[in-house]
């Protein structure tokens, strides 16, 4: 097995990956940033998630494991204090995998120059200072042109992220739905959009057609300037992202252990 450790730089998180080092080590696990089989992220979920892209190119054959060291993980498995037990857990795996479903995002320029990115959570398309016109078709025919602040497009784990703070449902991973929702629509006599999220099943694709030659896309919160899009297609991807299922907590705990807390407690 060839692992690799993705991490940040508080204090807390360097010490957890010290001691991790050197259990692995005293297990002779061989260390390979390259090519890993099982990339072991120590932070948060935004630590994970940049682990993710930075391996995305592989993501078929790496596998993930999270250790929170923050305040809140969704992704994250274990705690820091539970180090010892994740690395006998890891030697002892078959490398049983949870999967959770990826957006395939599809951008097709003016010049006619296509640009392919992956995300774990979600996608926006925005205009900082201006409003966002756009069509917005689902399966190739015409749905709304919105008009507002802009549009989220999430996988179902996403759901719990930028996609719930913009009123978006809450969705199991193993329904493989794509959601978008909208962000500050403009809804009046003239302009009328839905103005409610939307579920859309597997396979189906949106498709957005921006009415402007300069905006901002997101992925995964990763800003991209884009200029001359001619449109961006949004699907759910044949790959998936693989966590190692020893210790992986049901999807619905953790949705209750982040959004509510133990109510025995209140």
């Known amino acids: 097995m060839k692992v690799t450790i993705a991490h940040n730089n508080y204090d807390k998180t360097l010490q957890t990956v010290a001691y991790l080092k050197k259990l692995l080590k005293e297990k002779d696990v061989i ?22 892209h930075r391996y995305e190119n592989q993501v078929d054959s790496v596998r993930f494991v999270g250790v929170h060291t923050g305040h809140l993980g969704f992704y994250t498995d274990w705690r820091n204090y539970d180090v010892d037990k994740m690395v006998d ?60 602040d802009g ?16 009123g978006g449902a809450v969705i199991h991973p193993r329904l493989k739905a794509l959601q978008m929702t909208e962000i500050a629509s403009i809804n009046n006599r003239v302009f009328r959009t ?58 619905w705990s953790r949705v209750q252990d982040a959004f509510i807390g133990d109510s025995k407690n209140d």
């Open 151 to 166: 549009l989220c497009v999430s996988t179902p784990t996403g759901s719990t992220a930028y996609s719930k703070s913009l």
């Open 194 to 251: 839905l103005s409610a999220p939307i579920v859309i099943a597997p396979d189906q694709w949106i498709t957005i057609v921006p009415n402007a030659d300069h905006f901002v896309m997101t992925v995964d919160g990763a800003r991209i300037d884009v200029r001359n899009a001619k449109k961006i297609e949004y699907r759910i991807s044949h790959h998936s992202i693989q966590f190692d299922r020893f210790g992986h907590h049901r999807f």
């Open 31 to 52: 260390f390979d940033a390259k090519y890993p089989d099982v990339v072991i992220s120590v932070g948060g979920d935004g630590t994970l998630i940049n682990a993710f």
């Open 89 to 148: 857990a890891l030697l002892l795996t078959d490398g049983e995998v949870a999967k959770y479903p990826l957006l395939e995002i599809k951008m097709l320029t003016e010049s006619g120059e296509t640009r392919y990115h992956l995300a774990v959570n979600e996608s926006a398309v925005k205009r900082v200072s201006h409003t966002l016109e756009a069509d917005v078709y689902i399966n190739d025919e015409l749905f709304e042109n919105f008009r507002g």
